[in-house]
């Protein structure tokens, strides 16, 4: 058996990825294969939005159900307590993984605060609040209200917080060549050390790692006997 030394330039690639690079890999797979021909027009990060929101979102509803239903809290500080920690824990999600930013966050995070005022008192307080005066029970209210502020709160994200970062991932034809410049970013990375050669082909010469093989020379002919 041959033992293979373990290739440094390796690890050190990886260290040095992103830390939301696998996560927006895995949204483009997702992304890419959308049905009824979503895949053309829904990018990437619209699918890495929905399910870190969907999970704070969950985790909303779980400690408005603490705060109110178990604490006995009043339904406005219930709201307002539950909705400030889940929408934090959005942020830094999205901010890391799915936008992947690397702006000022003492720029992003007043003016996150500024859209998140604006949409606590247009869709939480207020679409809940009265929701709940009709007599709705105020969980399903909660849920009628995130419909209407995940669209807003995605193109605040997208268009103002996180405008510096990589928003406009590729999506329909360009997932395929965004794949494979992975696949071959990945294959690069995890060549062999300098100085180690691979076989060659039949027709190939051997070939070192990180260039073509090189043609064999061609065989000498014998000459034709004269006659």
Known sequence: MV???RNPLH???????TPGQWFANAMAVISGRLPFGLSAVVPPNVVGYLLINGCTFCLD??????FHGGLRVPLPI????????????SY???RILN???HGNVGTQLPLYVVILTINYLAFILGLVDGLAALGVEYQIARVLAACCEGVFLYCCMRWLVFRDAMGNQPVGEHHGSVQAGVAQASVAQAGAAP???RPGTAQDGPATAGQPPTPAAPH?????PER
């Open 99 to 101: 936008f992947r930013s």
């Open 61 to 66: 509803l779980l400690l408005l159900t603490t």
């Open 11 to 17: 690890n050190g690639a990886m260290s040095a990825q």
């Open 220 to 224: 000498p002919v014998a000459a034709e």
């Open 78 to 89: 219930a709201v307002t307590l539950s909705y400030a920690m889940a929408s934090l824990v």
């Open 3 to 5: 033992w293979t030394p």
């Open 195 to 197: 100085g180690v050669t």
């Open 92 to 94: 830094t999600c999205n």
